[in-house]
């Protein structure tokens, strides 16, 4: 059975730009909007737009595998950030043509291969937003590992599409 997700956007009216609140069905919040180009008006927006939020998302996606994959491997990451960055493109609608992902990983003792395949798994088989993406945006993945007692550092890329082999539970 599909899984359904609620949400509401709401515009705010009295926002000196184009604003709106939007809500799931949890509660939580999050203020997108988009203040236009020529208003000068950016220096008090302090929204987050729609393009912006579907760049975090991905970050936080692939984020979120990584780490559920990574602990099953019994890794020992002591700190992980996910820089995100895209390219649109000027023709309307403006979708992203390329992005890049940026991990750094810090822990004792990191396997590469372990990381490497956690990427992959992320990458080709669990990320619901890099799916979405894939198909019309080239994803460039790129790694880095820091060991927190040795000090020393690794850094590799990983080549899109990832060729997994097919889960037990997948129609061959």
Known sequence: MPQLIDGRVEWLPDSPNLAFRAATAAGNHVLLGSAPADSGAAAEWHGVSPMEVVLLGLGGCTGIDVVSTLRKMRQDVTAYAIGVRGERRDAHPRI?????????????????????????????????????????????????????????????????????????????
């Open 96 to 172: 992203y043509t390329h992005i890049v992902v940026e991990h750094e990983l810090r822990g004792h003792a990191l396997r590469e291969s372990s990381v490497r395949r956690a990427l992959e798994l992320s990458a080709g088989r669990y990320c619901s937003v890099s799916a979405m993406l894939e198909p019309s945006a080239q994803l460039e993945i790129t790694y880095r590992l820091v060991d927190e007692a040795a000090g020393g550092q690794i850094t590799g890329s990983i080549t899109l599409p990832v060729d997994l082999p097919p889960r037990a539970d997948e129609p061959r």
